[in-house]
Structure formats: structure tokens, C-alpha cells
């Protein structure tokens, strides 16, 4: 790693600043003074540091849509567009959203692995393969830092899943563990010298991350030269000693952690060395040093780059990440002209992001139908789509406002004297007050009940379910009656969060008359006995929409699909398939959406479904619709970018950064959940495609598949052991983007190496007609396995076959290389 003169200079200022701290100060900014930040030390010039989730926005320190962020589409969908370029711009407009909203430290990118579709946070993390899943991240992480903003790569290391996240321990044999998870890791580490990394919290062979002298100590700051600061994920951190010997130097969230008052002791009692507690002080320090918050220190980046257009970049990551996997007798682009029928719940109330702590909240969103609707009126001769419903995937009540329009709501806070202490402005009927996020006037000690009160103008007619979400006692009122009164008690969950949020439940029906508006209220009553882990309140004012008869709903769009040239039906999962905190039990698209894929695709033979999942659902219709468009959580202006795809203003540039598999039973790793509290990864080196050729199993869409809207004659390939030379032509009639996918497969197969995995990858542009040549650099490391017994990389000598590829399934040329 080199030294710059900045570097030195900052070294300097930082070490002065530890000679002048005494213990407990030192101790002290080890750890949060609240959910976000760490304290400020006047004494040395030490502002208090501010961090903030990641990875698809910056939410800011408090949970409210009052100080809304740009939504970008979902990692997925960043990895899809295989273009660290493209990441890097990410990256430096989340740095933007970051200083606007005084956030030094972004907690992302989250790059553990697609070890399988089950994981609950898939949507959150790149790839299935670790070559990309670096490479995407090392774009980011640049970026961000480019803006002058921390990052934390997280959950170091091999937090792939979400069951007993909190203990579970995964044993994982060295080789896989080098060769496939910590893989990413070290890439970033080398690459773009990250100011931070995220501790996990599960276990790795037996000892708790967050504790893990071994990977932290030794591998990650001995090996790999990591200068930056260790943070626990949060409440992951749980042991004094244990922690601080382990590497990790912040304990978040405060104000109660493991460090602070409890480190100064274990330093006095003589368990803990203070030259231990002066390392991690020196990272946290060196973190301020680069992002400008310890007076005297020349930060990194004094002059941010040039302002950047989120809504413009939202929309160009959108379409530069969706991947058209079918595309029959060119159904796309929609030929000009012709009438659109769209259906689908999530066409008109669009899921742009996966849930948990990576939701941020935007100004605004564009669906899928509003998207769509702007750009056949903007069309000559073109006519508004029709829509309809068809199938509604949410059968769980959400929080009010949360899917269908039409709440305004505010949260009234009272002590328990019922005296008003302060007013809250709400995003929907989602209370999340954690620390010291609370509407001004309102602290803990004091406060009684909270009242989310406001107001409701339904926009369809009929029976309007309401309910709430989380323990306690409530009293909910709809119309000036009450309709509800009574207690949520405590279930057998294990995840704190899971266990505080619960399920939703439903309390009443109340028929109600679209565009009449009446009042609404949920007086929630805190009881003690309910405490969270941490000084918080959370719970839901939750609501559901009439549900009507679903074979009518699919009727009903199966008519309006007859009578348009094209059909458009979106299909998504909920909230309560994808999201942080539990795993998924089964791929299906809830709900009747199969049903009514094939519905109109029997009646409309140019049907297009446009899925809307972060992660891989089961398409069991995929052979009877004329294309599918997989969109991910496509962010703010998901549905501008759809239209854009649809009509050909756009190609769609994604390729599949995981494997699509045709159904559950077909996927080769699966088990998420530990037995006696083991996870084991008895895979090895064998998870995605990997394990897929092992098996010699075919799924729905290979890694890398995705259809432009043009063609590609590969024409030649050269492959030194250093880089390959490929040169292609656009054989289509319009300007075209390729990526292209170098693999090796070694000659003599030996069983313990995969068949064939990912070297690298470029991507080309070029004209109709237009020849051009992508460079892609093979690194040596494409050609070595971690030797167990050598404990250290080794190269394996003999021939390999080089692919060049557009897609895993899909090699266009080969040449063959000595080692
Ligand atoms: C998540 C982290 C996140 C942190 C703070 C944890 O539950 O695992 O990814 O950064 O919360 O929100």
C-alpha cells in the first residue's frame, strides 16, 4: 500500500491526538454515544463522527421522510450492470447524499455472497461469484470515497444468510473461505483501501466475528494491509476483552456498549494492554483524519467531485441493471403505436427497495404505470395504458400509507400525565424511534403513549382493513369510532427486531367510500415490560386496501389483455418475502400472480412480464410469455426506466450476476438454518454456478444471460496468462452495449476445482456494423486455489481452456493457455 504525504501528515496529527487523551476519553469514542455517532472530543479537535445505512441511499440519522434520499436500484441490480465504472458514480453520489445530510461514514457496500436465493438480504449483496461481487464493491467503495465519505465493507465475514443470524456459527473449511467469501473482501482491501469494514455477527468456525483475531488481526490488517476501522454490526459486540483483542475498535450502537466505562476497567484491572485500546483509538482517528472531522488533519478529498443528478443517475443505473431474459420474435421494444394493457398490483404501487436497514425514503417514486403512462402520451400517436389490478401480492396488512396513497399522518407524543411533549411528522404508519431519534421535546424517560393521528381518503371503495403491528396496548379509532382496544403481548421470536416488530394483525373492517376522507387514529400506550434492546419505540398503524374477489381481479385483466396489441403484467414480491431479519422459506411469487401470467398470456400472445423481486423468484409460465424483463428493486425511477426499456429509448444492459433458477427443488445449496447451532457450509468451493455444473443441473437463465437489443458476431480471441484480447461486432441495427465474460476451465478436470469460473469481464459499445475490442486483465489469482496445506495460495500449473462468453451458458469463442 503506499504512503502518501497526506498520509504521513495525517499520521502525525492523529498520533499527537493520542498523547493527549487520557483513558477514559480513549475508551469513551470507542463507543456510539447514541444509534449513529460516536462522541466529539473538543480537547483534540475531534468532531463526533456520524454514520448512516446504505447501500442503496443514505438514510440520515432519522428514520422520517422529512429529509427524504435518493433511492438508487437494489445491489442486484448494480452488480447486474457488471460495470465497476457505473458503481463508482453510485458511489460518489451516495458521498453527496452523505455530506448533505453531515454523514461521514456510509455502512456499505454489503458484499457476502448469493450462497443461496433463500438468504433474506440477497437483494442487498452483488453477486453469487466473488470475482464480480470485488469488483462491483471496489467500484463503489472508490466512489464513495472519492466524495471524501467512509465506507464499511460489510458483514465480514460469510453473513450470507439471516436464520439465528445473531449466533449462528457457519463452519467453513479454509478453501472456501478464502476462495469464496473473504475473496470480495481482500479484493476491496487491495484495490480500494477501504477507511472501514463491518464486523458480523455470526460466528466462523466457532468464534463470534466481531471477536476473530485470527481473520480481523491476522488476515485482514497482517495480509491484507486493512489500515481502516473495525465497526460491529449492530449489538453485535459482546465481550470487553474479547472484542477489543479481536480487532474490532467501535462498539455500536451507544449508549450502553461493551466499550466505554467497561474498557477503561478492563484496562485498569490490568485484562486489556492500553497500547490494545490505542490501536483501535488510532483507527477511529485515522477515519476522522480522511474524512475531515480532527482539526489539524488534511483530509483526502478537499474538493468533492462535481454535483451529480440523482433522479438521472437513479434512472441510469434502473435500466443499465435490468436483464431481459426472453425475448421472443422481438416482442421488445414495443412496436410504435400499438395499445398497452398493463396489470399487476405493483404496476401501479411499485416496490422500489427491499426492507430492513437499507430502506431509505425518497421524494419520489415513479411506478411502473406512471412511467409508462408518460411515455405512450410523450409517443406520437400514442395512447395511455389501461390498467388493472389482476392479482395483488400483499395479503398482509402494511403500514398505512406504506403501498396505497391517501394517509397523512403524525405521530402526537405524550407523557403520562397526558401532557402534550412534542409532534412528529411520519413517512407512513411506521413508528421507528431508535436512540435519540425522537420528534423534538420528546425523550424517553418521558414519554407515555404515542398517538399516530391524521387522516385517510381511501381511493377504492369497499371494506378497509386495520390493524397494528408490534407490543403493547392500543386504542384505534377510524371515523371518530373506536374499533379497537386491547393488548399485543410478547411471541416466541428470537430475533430482537423480528420479535418487536411481530406480525402484523388485523383489529377491524370498516367500510369506507373512495375520495371521502375521514379521521384516523392509533393511541399506542408504551408499556416498560415491552423495552427493546435499546432505548426505542416501534410499532405499526398497519392497513390493507379492499380485497376483492381474485379470480374476478384476473378476469377483469385478462379482458382489458384480450383487447391491447401488448400486455404488461409486473409481478413482485412483499415486504414480508424479502427483507433483513429472516430468510425466505420458498421462491414462489406470493399470491395468485402465476395465475394470472397465464391468464392473459393465453389471450395476448405478446405478453411481457416485468419482475420486480431483488432476488430470484420461480417463473413457471416462462415459456408461454413472449419476454421477461427482471427488474429488481429498481429504485426511485424504476418506472421512467422501465419505459424507457419497453420502448426501445433504452436496451436493457444487465446480465444476471446470479443464477435463475426454474424452481426451488433445482437450487443445490439451500440450507439456511444451523442444526445445534451449526451452519454448515459442506458445499466447499461449490455454491452459484459452481455447484450448478457440478451438478449438471440446468437453470431457468444462466449467470451472465441477458439479452440486449442487438447482436454480437464474436470474432476473435487471443489469451496470455495476463489478459485477453476479445474483438466482436454489432451485427444489429442499432447501438448496442456487450459484456464481456472471460471464464477458465481447466483442462483436467480434478473434482475439487469447479468446471469453469469467472476470470473477468469488459464491457464494449459499439455502432451498428462497428467492430471493437475489449481488454480484460486475467489476474493470477484466476489461476490459483487456496492450499490447505501450505496454508497459502497456489498457483496450478497446466492447460486451460479460456472462454470468452456472453453468457456462462452462452460461450461464443475459445483458446487454450499453458500455466
Ligand atoms: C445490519 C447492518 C446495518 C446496521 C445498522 C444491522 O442490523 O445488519 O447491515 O448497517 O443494522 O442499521
Not at 492500553?274 to 490501536?279: F, I, K, L, P, R
Not at 469460473?757 to 489461476?783: D, H, K, M, N, Y
Request: glycine content about 10%; proline content about 7%; charged content about 20%.
Amino acid at each position: 500500500m503506499t504512503e502518501t504525504s497526506a498520509d504521513t501528515a495525517r499520521e502525525a496529527v492523529v498520533e499527537a491526538a493520542i498523547g493527549k487523551l487520557g483513558l477514559d476519553a480513549k475508551t469513551r469514542l470507542l463507543a456510539g454515544q447514541d444509534m449513529w455517532s460516536l462522541p466529539e472530543l473538543p480537547e483534540i479537535g475531534l468532531k463526533s463522527l456520524v454514520m448512516s445505512d446504505g447501500p442503496i441511499g443514505v438514510r440520515g440519522v432519522r428514520w422520517t421522510a422529512d429529509d427524504p434520499s435518493v433511492a438508487l436500484p437494489s445491489p442486484t441490480a448494480l452488480a447486474a450492470a457488471w460495470d465497476p465504472a457505473l458503481a463508482r458514480r453510485a458511489g460518489r453520489l451516495l458521498a453527496q447524499e452523505a455530506r448533505r445530510k453531515g454523514v461521514h461514514v456510509l455502512l456499505a457496500p454489503t458484499v457476502n455472497l448469493h450462497r443461496t436465493p433463500l438468504g433474506g438480504r440477497h437483494f442487498e449483496a452483488y453477486s453469487e461469484d466473488p470475482l464480480l461481487t470485488g469488483a462491483v464493491a471496489t467500484g463503489y467503495v472508490q466512489g464513495v470515497q472519492d466524495g471524501g465519505v467512509g465506507t464499511t465493507v460489510k458483514h465480514f465475514v460469510a453473513n450470507d444468510a439471516e436464520t439465528d443470524r445473531f449466533t449462528v456459527d457457519n463452519a467453513i473449511a479454509p478453501r472456501p473461505l478464502r476462495e469464496l467469501y473473504l475473496a470480495p473482501f481482500e479484493a476491496i482491501v487491495r484495490n480500494a483501501r477501504p477507511w472501514g469494514i463491518m464486523t458480523a455477527y455470526n460466528q466462523v468456525n466457532g468464534v463470534t466475528m466481531t471477536e476473530h483475531h485470527h481473520l480481523v488481526n491476522e488476515v485482514l490488517r497482517g495480509e491484507w494491509g486493512f489500515d481502516g476501522v473495525n465497526v460491529s454490526d449492530w449489538m453485535a459486540a459482546r465481550s470487553t476483552t474479547g472484542d477489543i483483542e479481536g480487532g474490532m475498535d467501535i462498539a455500536m450502537p451507544g449508549p450502553v456498549t461493551v466499550y466505554g466505562e467497561a474498557l477503561a476497567a478492563a484496562v485498569r484491572a490490568g485484562e486489556v494492554e492500553e497500547s490494545t485500546v490505542d490501536a483501535a483509538v488510532r483507527n477511529v482517528l485515522r477515519l476522522a483524519a480522511r474524512v475531515g472531522a480532527l482539526e489539524g488533519a488534511p483530509p483526502v478529498v478537499t474538493e468533492p467531485p462535481a454535483t451529480i443528478d440523482g433522479d438521472a443517475l437513479a434512472r441510469e443505473i434502473a435500466h443499465r441493471g435490468f436483464v431481459l431474459v426472453r425475448n421472443e420474435n422481438g416482442a421488445l421494444p414495443l412496436a410504435a403505436n400499438g395499445t398497452v394493457a398493463v396489470s399487476g398490483a405493483a404496476a401501479r404501487d411499485a416496490r422500489v427497495l427491499g426492507g430492513g436497514s437499507a430502506q431509505v425514503f425518497p421524494e419520489h417514486v415513479v411506478s411502473p404505470l406512471d412511467g409508462l403512462t408518460a411515455a405512450l402520451a410523450a409517443a406520437p400517436g400514442g395512447g395511455a395504458p389501461t390498467f388493472r389490478i389482476g392479482a395483488d401480492p400483499s395479503e398482509e396488512l402494511v403500514p398505512a400509507g406504506s403501498v396505497s396513497p391517501g394517509f397523512t399522518l403524525r405521530a402526537r407524543c405524550r407523557d403520562a400525565g397526558g401532557r402534550l411533549l412534542g409532534e412528529g411528522s411520519l413517512p407512513n404508519g411506521q413508528v421507528q424511534w431508535i436512540g435519540d431519534d425522537l420528534p423534538d421535546g420528546v425523550t424517553h424517560e418521558a414519554l407515555a403513549s404515542i398517538e399516530v393521528v391524521g387522516t385517510f381518503t381511501p381511493r377504492e371503495s369497499g371494506e378497509h382493513a386495520f390493524g397494528t403491528r408490534g407490543l403493547g396496548a392500543y386504542t384505534l379509532t377510524v371515523g371518530g369510532e373506536t374499533v379497537f382496544d386491547g393488548v399485543q403481548a410478547m411471541g416466541p421470536e428470537t430475533d430482537p427486531f423480528e420479535a418487536f416488530f411481530g406480525s402484523p394483525v388485523e383489529r377491524a373492517k370498516v367500510a369506507l367510500t373512495a375520495g371521502e376522507t375521514v379521521e384516523v387514529s392509533l393511541l399506542h400506550t408504551l408499556d416498560k415490560e415491552f423495552a427493546a434492546p435499546l432505548p426505542a419505540v416501534m410499532f405499526s398503524f398497519v392497513h390493507l386496501g379492499p380485497r376483492r374477489d381474485p379470480d374476478e381481479l384476473i378476469a377483469e385483466a385478462v379482458e382489458a389483455a384480450r383487447a391491447a396489441d401488448t400486455a404488461v403484467v409486473v409481478v413482485a414480491t412483499t415486504e414480508r418475502v424479502e427483507s433483513e431479519g429472516f430468510d425466505r422459506k420458498d421462491l414462489a411469487l406470493p399470491g395468485r400472480q402465476d395465475d394470472l401470467v397465464r391468464a392473459v398470456a393465453a389471450v395476448n400472445p405478446n405478453t411481457v412480464v416485468v419482475v420486480n423481486a431483488g432476488s430470484p423468484v420461480e417463473l413457471p409460465w416462462r415459456e408461454e410469455v413472449a419476454a421477461i424483463l427482471l427488474g429488481w428493486f429498481p429504485g426511485q425511477e424504476g418506472g421512467a426506466a422501465l419505459a424507457d426499456v419497453l420502448t426501445g429509448a433504452e436496451e436493457p444492459g444487465g446480465r444476471l450476476p446470479t443464477t435463475w433458477p426454474a424452481a426451488l427443488a433445482d437450487v443445490p445449496v439451500t440450507e439456511v438454518t444451523p442444526t445445534d447451532g451449526v451452519l454448515d457450509y459442506a458445499e466447499g468451493v461449490f455454491i452459484g454456478y459452481r455447484a450448478w455444473d457440478r451438478a449438471g443441473a440446468v437453470p431457468a437463465y444462466a449467470f451472465g444471460h441477458g439479452l440486449g437489443y442487438t447482436t454480437w458476431a464474436y470474432e476473435s480471441l487471443t489469451a496470455g496468462p495476463d489478459t485477453a484480447v476479445v474483438r466482436l461486432t454489432n451485427t444489429g441495427d442499432r447501438p448496442g452495449r456487450e459484456v464481456v465474460q472471460i471464464y477458465l476451465a481447466p483442462a483436467s478436470a480434478d473434482g475439487e476445482r469447479p468446471a469453469r469460473w469467472l476470470a473477468g469481464f469488459a464491457s464494449v459499445e459499439a455502432a451498428p456494423g462497428e467492430t471493437v475490442q475489449a481488454v480484460i486483465p486475467l489476474p493470477r489469482r484466476a489461476f490459483e486455489i487456496w492450499d490447505e496445506e501450505k496454508d497459502d495460495w497456489t498457483l496450478v500449473p497446466g492447460g486451460y481452456e479460456v472462454l470468452a462468453a456472453h453468457s456462462l451458458a452462452d460461450a461464443r469463442l475459445t483458446a487454450t493457455l499453458d500455466i
